[in-house]
C-alpha cells in the first residue's frame, strides 16, 4: 500500500524563523517520484519540487531546500528565513514511477503554515 | 509559460442538478487528471484520460461523473446529479507525451458549491 504521512497537521512560526515540514511516506515500489506542492489561501496547488527514487542528492532552490532519505522514507522540506507569504498548506505526494499514463499521486494530508509577522 | 485554466473559478448548484466543470489543458499535452479536494482536507485523484478513453478512476469517480474531450482543446468533468458531498474544490492536471521529465501542473480549481 502507498500512503503519505504529514504528521505535522499546524506550524506557526514567527518571520525570519527556519521551519521543517515533515513528510514521511510507504511504498512498495522501487521507483518512485515525490512531491511537495504550495497551496495558498488563494486555493491553487502550486508546484514546487520533484524527486526521483533514485536521486537522493538534497536540492536548495533560494529559501527552500529538501532533505531526501530513502532510508527512513522521508522527504522532508525546509524554509529558511520564513516569510509571511509563505503561509500557506503544504502537501507532500507521492506517485510510482512506472504508473504509466496513470500519474495518481498519492497525498498527505497537509501541513498548514503560519508565519506571523 | 502555458498554463492549465480552469472555468468557471466557482460554481454554485442545487443538489440534484447537473454541472460541468470546463478546463483547458497545456496545448499539446496528451494525458488528462481531475483531482478533488474537500474543504480542509487532502486531494484525491479521480479520473486520467488519454487518448480519449479513461486510464483509471478512482472510487470516489462513481457513475455520477464522466469526462470528455469534446473537441482539441477542453476536458470536462460532469457530475450528472450532484449532491452535497461532491462539494469541494476540483483540480485539473495534463501532462505531455514523455511526461517522465514533467511534474503535474494544476489549474487553479474550480470551487463547486452545492446546496
Known amino acids: 500500500a502507498q500512503k503519505v504521512t504529514q504528521a505535522q497537521t499546524e506550524i506557526s512560526v514567527v518571520e525570519k524563523e527556519d521551519v521543517t515540514l515533515d513528510c514521511v511516506y510507504e511504498?512498495?515500489?522501487?521507483?518512485?517520484?515525490l512531491f511537495w506542492y504550495k497551496q495558498p489561501p488563494s486555493g491553487e496547488l502550486v508546484f514546487l519540487i520533484r524527486?526521483?527514487?533514485?536521486d537522493e542528492q538534497n536540492e536548495i532552490s533560494g529559501r527552500y531546500s529538501w532533505n531526501f532519505q530513502k532510508s527512513t522514507s522521508s522527504f522532508n522540506f525546509t524554509i529558511t528565513a520564513s516569510q509571511v507569504v509563505d503561509s500557506a498548506v503544504y502537501f507532500c505526494?507521492?506517485?510510482?514511477?512506472?504508473?504509466?499514463?496513470?500519474?495518481?499521486?498519492?497525498w498527505g494530508l497537509g501541513t498548514s503554515l503560519a508565519v506571523n509577522p | 509559460e502555458p498554463e492549465v485554466t480552469q472555468t468557471p473559478s466557482h460554481q454554485v448548484t442545487q443538489m440534484g442538478q447537473e454541472v460541468i466543470l470546463r478546463c483547458v489543458p497545456i496545448?499539446?499535452?496528451?494525458?488528462f487528471y481531475w483531482y478533488r479536494q474537500i474543504l480542509g482536507q487532502k486531494v484525491e485523484f479521480l479520473v486520467s484520460?488519454?487518448?480519449?478513453?479513461?486510464?483509471?478512476k478512482s472510487e470516489i469517480f462513481d457513475d455520477q461523473f464522466s469526462v470528455e474531450r469534446p473537441d482539441g482543446s477542453n476536458f470536462t468533468l460532469k457530475i450528472r446529479s450532484t449532491k452535497l458531498e461532491d462539494s469541494a474544490m476540483y483540480f485539473c492536471?495534463?501532462?505531455?507525451?514523455?511526461?517522465?521529465?514533467?511534474?503535474?501542473?494544476f489549474g487553479n480549481g474550480t470551487r463547486l458549491t452545492v446546496t
Open positions: 524527486r526521483n527514487s533514485f
Open positions: 511504498t512498495r515500489d522501487t521507483t518512485y517520484y
Open positions: 492536471a495534463s501532462l505531455p507525451g514523455g511526461w517522465e521529465n514533467s511534474p503535474l501542473h
Open positions: 496545448s499539446n499535452h496528451l494525458y
Open positions: 505526494a507521492l506517485t510510482p514511477a512506472n504508473a504509466g499514463n496513470n500519474r495518481k499521486l498519492i
Open positions: 484520460f488519454y487518448n480519449n478513453e479513461i486510464s483509471e
